[in-house]
């Protein structure tokens, strides 16, 4: 258990990494735990088309129960 119980807390150093680079986006940083080159942007893009096709798909099933539509 001193292993674990001895950990240095590094939460104070990540902040002040991440807090230096604000005119950084997040997915181009490169740090502790994070992808680096373009699989970081393969993610994001992944993220974004998922949110931006679950929306579509949201709103589509909106106007079709609006309009009264079953199928």
């Known amino acids: 258990m001193p292993g674990i119980l001895e950990k ?3 939460v104070i150093d990540y902040q002040m990494y991440f807090q230096s680079n604000a005119s950084t986006p997040l ?3 490169k740090g ?3 992808l680096g080159g373009p699989a970081r942007i393969g993610f ?3 993220y974004f088309g998922s949110l ?3 929306l579509t ?3 589509y099933g909106v106007s ?3 309009r009264g539509k079953k199928n």
């Open 8 to 10: 240095t807390n590094k």
């Open 27 to 29: 997915w181009k940083l």
């Open 64 to 66: 079709n129960m609006a």
């Open 44 to 46: 994001v893009y992944l």
């Open 32 to 34: 502790p735990g994070r």
């Open 52 to 54: 931006a096709l679950g």
């Open 57 to 59: 798909g949201s709103i």
